[in-house]
């Protein structure tokens, strides 16, 4: 018999699951199977990744990925404390707003790792700026279509105040830009979002899963289209 899964590893493929539910894709690989320690980025890739912005981050995903000698790497990270916060307080429980914070590191990080594979299935590229938009709107997404699940009620508002209104952006300054424009594009989309009588309805839905499959410029243009 196989080892029972933890509440961790619950918590990543719900949350695998959910992406992949939504958006329409069947997931290639499970992040579980990439979990990587910061001493075995270290190993991987040597002193030089310590100097990168994310090293020091709670989560992050890393890919190197050789085309000419077909060799891929992508290892997600995420801090000991994170994985242990979820095991304790499990959202698939309850999400509350002891546990939201450590819930949308998670979220975070595996909507890039997903993308990141979606897209290189493709052969198809993807920036910066596209990753950390996708990310933000997926930190939302989940959770409130899990407090929905839960409760009856999405509480989108209370999410997209505590997101976009109540918290401050700590990245490294060599992507706090980056940050800054990806939460600005993310808050316009659920701002209006909220306007609708259905925030979370098949409008909204039919909206981010047409253009989780475009490029970021196509992806702008249809942000700034948006009433």
């Not at 499970?30 to 994310?54: C, K, M, N």
């Not at 475009?214 to 243009?221: C, G, I, Q, R, Y």
């Amino acid at each position: 018999m196989g080892q029972k899964p933890s509440e961790f590893q619950k918590v990543v493929h719900y949350v695998e699951a959910t992406l992949g539910h939504y958006y329409g894709f069947v997931p290639q690989m499970t992040a579980l199977e990439h979990i990587v320690t910061r001493e075995a980025l270290q190993d991987q890739f040597g002193e030089s990744v310590r100097r990168l912005p994310e090293f020091e981050s709670r989560a992050g995903v890393y890919l190197y990925n050789d085309i000419d000698k077909e060799e891929l790497f992508i290892g997600m990270h995420v801090d000991e404390k994170v994985q242990s916060h979820l095991e304790g307080e499990s959202p698939l429980t309850g999400v509350t707003r002891e546990n939201i914070d450590s819930f949308w590191v998670l979220i975070e990080e595996v909507s890039h790792f997903h993308l990141l594979i979606n897209r290189i299935s493709q052969n198809r590229g993807v920036s910066k700026l596209e990753l950390e938009w996708q990310g933000e709107i997926d930190k939302l997404l989940v959770a409130a279509l899990t407090l929905r699940a839960q409760s009856g009620d999405p509480c989108l508002k209370d999410l997209v105040n505590l997101l976009h209104e109540h918290s401050d952006i700590t990245a490294h300054r060599e992507l706090k830009e980056i940050y800054e424009e990806a939460n600005r594009y993310a808050a316009r989309f659920w701002h209006r979002t909220l306007k609708s009588p259905r925030p979370l309805g098949d409008e909204t839905k039919g909206f981010l899963r047409d253009s989780y499959w475009v490029l970021w410029n196509e992806k702008k243009s249809r942000l700034v289209r948006l009433p």
